[in-house]
């Protein structure tokens, strides 16, 4: 099997170093609009080759889009030509907006996934080959793909070493945006703060391992974290009323000074641990 990767960043990277190791595949083909990541790719040894756009449509059996959302919405236009055999699978953190933008003629072909896996870092050098293993994978409105499209990706998938989950995409972009989405909004708004607040100096000093973990995916791709925002606007909106809300009971109990139900506000937050 032939694969291509669109886009090679921490994503698509990551995926092809995961891939070459993979018995199923005998060639993993890398684009990127970044000549620049490119060549790195191709120097990390993440794909085998570096193809034209072209090229990887034509000769490809899957087609991997690891790339921002937005860019996936307009890549999907140009490949209404593929051969019917052929298996497109996105990437992205939104679901929604990318299936209503997959042309009618290849919807057919068409993969929406969403890995649970990332870092904050960026780029071809953020790629690690373990970054996909026992992470789950989530499928959404399979029913729509053709039956041979979606076994040839849970075949790759659970080759992979990951956990498939099947789900609509309504109900997808709905969790997603206050379990993935959200935090990274806080993160993004404490760093904000904080960085109009704070000299470098006392964030140096006194940025403990309560707040780097807070604050680490802050450091994320901003272009990446603009177009999800973009895209799943109204269940993130939906998440900053909901914390907006918390921060307010917390406000208040405290400027109240009603402490013992401060301590049972705090409590039923811990029961997160019987979760996670």
């Known amino acids: 099997m032939k694969i291509g990767i669109i886009g090679l960043g921490l994503m698509g990277g990551s995926l092809g170093l995961a891939l070459k190791e993979n018995k199923l595949v005998s060639c993993v083909s890398g684009y990127d609009l970044s000549k620049d990541n490119e060549s790195e790719a191709l120097k990390l040894g993440l794909v085998h080759e570096i193809c034209s756009f072209e090229e990887i449509k034509n000769k490809c059996d899957i087609i991997f889009l690891a790339i921002p959302v937005e860019a996936i919405i307009k890549i999907v236009k ?7 055999n052929t298996t497109i699978i996105d990437l992205g953190s939104t679901k929604e907006k990318i299936i209503e933008a997959v ?12 890995p649970m896996a990332g870092t904050e870092y960026s780029g071809p050098k953020a790629a690690m080959k373990g970054l996909y293993k026992e992470a789950v994978v989530v499928i959404c409105d399979f029913g729509e793909s ?4 979606v076994k040839r990706s849970v075949e790759l998938f659970s080759h ?6 099947f789900m609509g995409a309504k109900e997808h972009d709905h969790h997603v945006g206050l379990i993935s989405h959200l935090p990274h909004a806080i993160a993004f708004s404490l760093a904000n703060g904080v960085l109009k607040q704070e000299d470098k100096k006392h964030i140096i000093n006194l ?3 309560t707040f780097r973990g807070m604050i ?3 450091k994320s791709s901003p272009i990446m974290w ?10 993130i909106l939906d998440g900053i009323k909901m914390i907006k809300d918390e921060l ?9 000074e009603k402490w013992d139900e401060l301590g049972n506000w705090l409590k039923e937050a811990r029961k997160i641990r019987e979760i996670l």
């Open 226 to 235: 603009q177009d999800i925002f973009k895209q799943n606007k109204n269940n």
């Open 160 to 165: 992979l070493g990951m956990r498939i989950v």
């Open 216 to 218: 680490r995916v802050a």
């Open 207 to 209: 940025g403990g391992p």
């Open 78 to 84: 140009n490949l209404v030509d593929i051969p019917e």
């Open 103 to 114: 042309p009618e003629q290849i919807r057919k072909n068409f993969i929406p996934a969403h």
């Open 146 to 149: 053709s039956e041979k499209h």
């Open 248 to 256: 307010g009971e917390c406000e208040k109990l405290i400027e109240n």
